[in-house]
């Protein structure tokens, strides 16, 4: 309770009430920073993983944001009852499974690619949604659904024919985290439409953080690590960044985001978060081919086919 006092949580959380959403500076310093935030999260993992494993980042990302959320979660059980089953595979599927997935993909890839395959996303939310959901779809947007596919198996087969099965088998991890993320959002669409972001928020992670802080605390070295090994403090501070400020408050400022503005608006931080996470590979040293930049680009315009309108009716006539 201490630790949160000193957070000053309380106060944050009446100040991010307080922002003004509808004014228009605000809004895209606030995409600039959700992209910048969100892109950086790879870099984040890679330096995590240097001191712990995997398993030991994900729980402990997990862990943090669940800590920072309480201010949110703990007024609303009463929400919680009425809606535990679409919140608990909101949080598993939304940031459970995809934490570990991520995590145990960058130990043989770089955090450079995990952010652009992490675009595919919006792929998997328009395919779950089609398929489980009789969602609408435009013909046009199944153009997109083909390029980003194109592009993500380019990515993920890309490498010497001696790597190309582990290299191909842990960029695939990244590819069923964004599928997990589709359908973390077509649930929170259909079935958690009508509760506040930041109930959703914190309430799915109240579900999922207590295990995982368990197993963390209890299975793991996390502690003797952190205690022990020279300079783990600065994997845990890298690791504390990630989750309070990329997984717990970013996730909330961005639903708010879509409530006051567009979904169409926020979703362009699809488009920015790849061009961070890659901003930060070359700066870490990874090497990114022309091959790679290629691939990725044709991901992209098949994220912009599949979330934009615009082209509608360009290819609707072509298709009559």
């Not at 201010?71 to 009852?81: A, D, K």
Request: charged residues 10%; glycine residues 8%.
């Amino acid at each position: 309770m201490r630790v949160l006092q000193r957070l000053h949580l309380p106060a944050f959380k009446n100040s991010m009430v307080n922002i003004n959403y509808g004014n228009k500076v605000v809004q895209w310093i606030t995409l600039a920073l959700l992209a910048i935030t969100w892109g950086s999260s790879f870099i984040l993992m890679k330096k995590g993983l240097e001191y712990f494993s995997p398993q030991e980042v994900a729980a402990y990302r997990i862990s943090v944001a669940t800590l920072v959320l309480l201010p949110f979660s703990l007024p609303n059980l009463s929400v919680l009852s009425k809606n535990w089953r679409p919140l608990l595979i909101a949080g598993l599927f939304g940031n459970g499974i995809p934490a570990f997935l991520f995590a145990i993909a960058q130990t043989e890839i770089p955090s450079s690619l995990s952010g652009i395959l992490n675009s595919l996303t919006s792929l998997f939310t328009l395919a779950i949604g089609i398929i489980f959901f009789r969602v609408a779809f435009l013909r046009f947007q199944i153009l997109g659904v083909i390029a980003a596919l194109i592009g993500a198996l380019g990515l993920i087969g890309f490498g010497s024919l001696t790597e190309f099965g582990t290299y191909a088998k842990y960029a695939s991890l990244v590819v069923i985290a964004s599928a997990c993320y589709g359908i973390a959002v077509n649930i929170i669409k259909y079935y958690l439409h009508d509760i506040k972001p930041a109930q959703i928020t914190s309430l799915s992670f109240l579900l999922i953080g207590p295990p995982v802080a368990i197993y963390l605390f209890s299975t793991t070295d996390f502690i003797t690590t952190a205690s022990t090994k020279p300079d783990a403090l600065w994997g845990v501070f890298y690791l504390s960044i990630l989750g309070i400020v990329g997984t717990a408050i970013a996730v909330i400022i961005f639903n708010r985001l879509i409530k006051e503005t567009t979904a169409v608006f926020a979703s362009s931080v699809t488009y920015l978060i790849p061009v961070v996470a890659l901003t930060w590979g070359v700066f870490d040293g990874e090497q990114i081919s022309l091959e790679q930049v290629a691939y990725m680009a044709i991901i992209l315009v098949g994220i912009f086919l599949i979330n934009s309108s615009a082209p509608g009716r360009f290819f609707n006539r072509i298709f009559r």
